[in-house]
């Protein structure tokens, strides 16, 4: 079973749409919790970190539900700068700082 | 701050051919990491050094080997290329436990095709 799992999409909203993403993660011991940006042909950057009360971060907010181990992702007021691939990642310290992705969601805000 | 370089940007091997991925970080973190990313598979990772001198194998580690001389550099060596080895392989960086803050800095990439 894949540690993290996502929806791969493609999603495909209008401009100033809501959209929601969600993940799934296997490991009850996992510790952190983040959403990461890619765009195409670059880097994974991280989005912003996820806590067990939700929290903001502008147009975006992160869920978390430690009992049905589920992570969410909304996007309010989607912009054409928010086109990009979304991964889920989780992590928890073993030997080392370990992070474990999801394969990733592909949001394109059109026009 | 350059953060994390990555050396080189694209590389053709032939099958059988050795390489070494190059990975330099300034941020003085005792964390690094290498990963590769393959089309429905997201990242996964390779190996891993919790600082100098330190490594251990990821998820995906055969065909690969690793080492960790000083703070700064963690190459990645590819020892006899094969073409399951065509990716994208991103190096990445983060702070011990008592100094982290959650993220995880990526490097560029290396955009490896093995023919």
């Known amino acids: 079973r894949k540690e993290v799992e996502q929806d791969p999409g493609p999603f495909n909203v209008p401009e100033g749409a809501t959209v929601a993403f969600n993940c799934t993660y296997s490991?009850?011991?996992?510790?952190?919790f983040f959403w990461y940006r890619q765009d195409c042909r670059k880097e994974p950057k991280l989005l912003m970190s996820v806590y067990s009360s939700g929290n903001e971060d502008g147009r975006f907010t992160a869920q978390l539900n430690r009992a049905s181990q589920y992570i969410s992702l909304l996007i309010r007021d989607s912009k054409l700068s928010d086109s990009a691939t979304y991964l889920c990642v989780v992590n928890r310290f073993n030997t080392g700082n370990q992070f474990y992705f999801g394969t990733g969601t592909s949001l394109t805000v059109i026009p | 701050n350059a953060g994390v370089t990555q050396t080189p940007k694209f590389q053709v091997l032939k099958t059988g051919q050795s390489m070494t991925l190059q990975c330099a970080q300034d941020m003085n973190h005792e964390y690094m990491s290498w990963y590769r990313q393959d089309p429905g598979m997201g990242l996964r990772l390779i190996h891993y050094s919790v600082g100098a001198g330190i490594t251990d194998q990821g998820e995906v580690p055969n065909g690969y080997n690793v080492s960790r001389s000083t703070t700064e550099d963690f190459p990645l060596r590819l020892l006899s290329a094969a073409p399951s080895q065509t990716s994208v392989y991103f190096c990445?960086?983060?702070?011990?436990?008592?100094?982290?803050?959650?993220?995880?800095?990526f490097g560029p990439g290396t955009r490896l095709t093995v023919t």
């Open positions: 490991n009850s011991a996992s510790q952190s």
């Open positions: 990445a960086s983060s702070y011990s436990r008592d100094r982290w803050r959650g993220e995880q800095y």
